[in-house]
């Protein structure tokens, strides 16, 4: 009693040839867990080396598009191009045709997953995309489905393994950020041109989507605050260790009164956070229901078999039928939700560590308390540690505050940095608290 | 656009007055979400006491479920009376009236799961249970649907929130098992009488269910080894912390090539472990697949509220459809596999703590050795301690052995205990190392 679909896999490199692998490798297994017969029919691709290398079946390989649509029997297709360009074309070809698209490409939903998704309703199809945040972990899953019956209040999520492995290998070994990107690119982990990791731009896809869903209301990729973590310093991680923090670079969504506070920047999170333990390249994403309270999804964010996992269950949901159900019953996806009210960023509330570089002199304290008073700042700690360097003549003082308006803070360190006794540029890190379960 | 959908909640106790509080007080954002109209529309009890605490319409309380499963608008009812006998007869005649079920009773699904599916099955409905373990945490969703691609190799789960506030106040406070089990039943986190969870039992319920999915092998709960916390000793969890170790009661289940190795038991993990990490009345799932390798699961396992975030979930999917498709298009359920072929306890294979107290004399420790080599144990290490304790004339000698078959360990055991030098039974903790991600 099983019953047949055939797929077809349009893109084939590290992630489409994993899937076409786990299909074809596993075809009885999967076959005797879902009452499936899933058959991998094409392979779409302009150049088939990477498909050959793998010894996928020549059989497979398909130049036309056009042949593969105009098959009956397929009833998705996974889109595995990357990037906005032609993947987009072709997405909406495909929905056109009436096939399921089953996607792992975040930057595509991001951008346009709205005006795509309205595509796949008019033509009565579904779009699948868990694959596009945290790699195998079933993290929309959870929102569109596990604790669906929640109103979200906040997630934090560790969603680019690049940059967790970097940040490991700073705070583990004490290398700079220089060297441990250089072992994350030897080991593999990193891209040659690594700019849309470290930058924070991979991460602000994945809260744009995770966001959507969460919280019912279209986000504006455009309008997410994002910093990357190719600035951080060694220094500040060894001032956070001792007070107690860890530096993951986080995509922050809280629902506050006046809107969604997003953001991706590098924060610092309590050692007694569950995801401050999430180490190297694995991802972790904790959400906070108001009925499940905190819930946390872990395991590995990206690499071709983790991601042909999320891939395959979106084959499969599409193939039985649940996947369209879910897309035309739920009223979450973007093309069916209003747009956010996205807080400015000078609006977050939080508490915040600052590093300012002053001059090793009498009245300096003063002088700082000072700007930071008339800015409604208040202080949670103050460190001020002997020279870091022998030669300097200046010396950090580290503060953290209590929570705290962005904006006036970002005005008050403004000032700072214009007072003769500083001799940097402030640094500024957020500090992420332990978001309230509420239950009610 | 809404699809109207009535249910009613059956049994209003703890889980089943937050059940009625969120589908009441959430009504609205739960229709915009899901595009469903989900109305409570019957509370069944006999006794309306704890409903009539939480101020729930009374105009909603009923004591004739005949008259619920007459009404022809209500599509699931929700069983929460717990236990294998009332639960049992109602829980079948539900089904048989065609109403789709929606339950949290971990007892009634380890024991008679496949017979009942194979009754929602005839009655052409559905049968959902995610509540019945890891309470709010979506696990068994993973299980069908998240991972479903994979062949899961294993799963570490630390299922029972009592069990692990105890152990966390025993490692983190240095209280006895009886001051800590104390401490629990004045934090209501642990009943009057806790057996069912200190021994073990309610692991075994979750560790039955999630092995039937996750292998897609129907496991029969009375083969499967269990033991529980009670005898634990704090000598032997600060023993484990000096080498590296912190104690979990876990469900554990091993995919091996001659069968299932399932058992409860508590267990020493590395504190590198994320399952380490799990404190007080925190559950998590550690599950190993062979495309995604390790995901971990992590959230409350039990109280009214993340309970009834997982039940409502169900309720969801019982409405909106999706129940219905992944139950009756899935070969996973117990109805529709294999009995699994558990291996018998004494061939599993693992590491292990093991303690003596032995007389503080020269050769003991030959004799010690001996007996470990002629039943082919071997040592990994050894740690002799100072007396802890002035008036003893017994020392500790704790050894931790490489992988051994546990039935050798357990021979070898016996023996030890008869050796004149040995004063007291000897105790033994399995070591569960982190399981390799296989990737293939």
């Known amino acids: 009693m099983k019953r047949p679909s ?48 793998l010894n996928l079946d020549p059989g497979l390989f398909e130049t036309e598009l056009d042949k593969v649509l105009a098959d009956p029997d397929v009833l998705a297709v996974v889109e595995l191009i990357g990037g906005t360009g032609i993947a987009r074309t072709l997405t909406e070809k495909i929905l056109r045709a009436g096939k399921r698209v089953v996607t792992a490409n975040k930057a595509l939903l991001a951008k346009h997953g709205a005006e795509l998704m309205a595509v796949a309703r008019e033509a009565g199809v579904s779009i699948s995309f868990e694959a596009s945040c945290g790699g195998g ?77 969460a919280f019912a209301q279209r986000v504006d990729l455009e309008s997410v605050p994002v910093q990357g973590i190719d600035s951080l310093k060694l220094i500040d991680l ?42 190297g390249p694995f991802n972790a994403v904790s959400v906070y229901g108001h009925a499940v309270g905190h819930t946390m999804y872990y395991g590995r964010g990206a690499g071709g078999s983790p991601t042909a996992s999320a ?34 960023q000078e609006d977050i509330q939080g508490r915040y560590y600052v590093r300012l570089m002053v001059e090793d002199q009498p009245g300096v304290f003063a002088q700082i308390a000072g700007i930071l ?29 209590h929570s705290v308006r962005e904006g006036n803070l970002r005005t008050a360190l403004a000032a700072l940095d ?15 608290d332990e978001h309230e379960e509420i239950f009610a």
């Open 6 to 53: 055939a797929v077809a896999i349009l893109g084939c490199g590290t992630v489409g040839g994993a899937t076409a692998a786990l299909l074809l490798s596993q075809r009885s297994m999967l076959a005797a867990k879902t009452g499936l017969d899933i058959e991998l029919r094409y392979i779409v691709d302009k150049d088939f080396s990477h498909a050959e290398s």
């Open 137 to 213: 972990i079933p993290i929309l899953r959870a929102l569109y489905d596990g604790i669906l019956p929640n109103r979200i209040d906040a997630f934090y999520g560790i969603v680019n393994g690049t940059c967790n492995y970097i940040l490991t290998e700073m705070m583990q070994k004490g290398n700079s950020y220089q060297e441990a990107l250089k072992e994350a690119q030897e080991a593999g982990l990193a891209e040659a041109d690594p700019t849309l990791d470290v930058t924070g731009g991979d991460s602000a896809h994945k809260l744009a989507i995770m966001s959507s869903l």
């Open 238 to 279: 060894n001032f956070g260790r001792e007070l107690g923090y860890v530096v993951k670079l986080l995509a922050i969504a809280q629902s506050e009164e006046d809107g969604l506070a997003l953001r991706v920047r590098p924060a610092f999170i309590s050692t007694e956070h569950p995801l401050a333990w999430v180490s």
């Open 311 to 344: 891939v395959t269950a979106d084959i499969i949901s599409s193939c039985m039928g649940t996947a369209d159900t879910v897309f035309s019953t739920l009223n979450i996806w973007p093309d069916r939700t209003k747009k956010a009210v996205l807080l400015p």
């Open 373 to 401: 008073g008339e800015n409604q700042i208040s202080l949670s700690s103050v460190l001020q540690k002997e020279p870091y360097n022998d030669k300097a003549d200046a010396v950090p003082v580290v503060i953290t505050t």
């Open 418 to 432: 214009k007072l003769p006794v500083v001799r940097e540029p402030s640094i500024c890190i957020e500090i992420l």
